[in-house]
């Protein structure tokens, strides 16, 4: 298995940037009856957190996802960083090759 880190243009000082989780998303609730003082820490998914960079990013993050879909998985590493796992060498190269003619320079991949 090959992990990589995807690299998206910023899209306001246009460099590489990546995202990851600062902290975990508290979820809680809130009811018409009563109080709710429950609450969940919940990390984003691979996918979720590449949605959460759209507008900040060059590229359409759905067509990104798609493409990147196509050879592996979106995932969240050790519960901060967004890497992508590909089977073998040849998916590796494959998807770097598309991202490569889908956005230009606009998103790559950096194995780890």
């Not at 493409?67 to 992508?84: A, H, I, S, T, Y």
């Not at 060498?89 to 998807?95: G, P, S, T, V």
């Amino acid at each position: 298995m090959i992990r990589a880190k995807l690299w998206f243009t910023c899209a306001a000082m246009h460099d590489p940037v990546t995202p990851v989780i600062m902290k975990p998303a508290v979820i809680g609730w809130e009811a018409k009856r009563r109080e709710v003082d429950l609450t969940i820490e919940r990390a984003f998914k691979g996918e979720e957190l590449v949605l959460r960079m759209k507008g900040w990013v060059t590229t359409d993050v759905k067509q990104v996802i798609q493409v990147v879909k196509k050879f592996g998985l979106l995932k969240v590493l050790d519960e901060r960083d967004l890497v992508v796992e590909v089977e073998s060498e040849e998916a590796y190269e494959k998807l770097q090759e598309e991202l490569a003619a889908h956005f230009g320079d606009q998103v790559s991949v950096e194995r780890l």
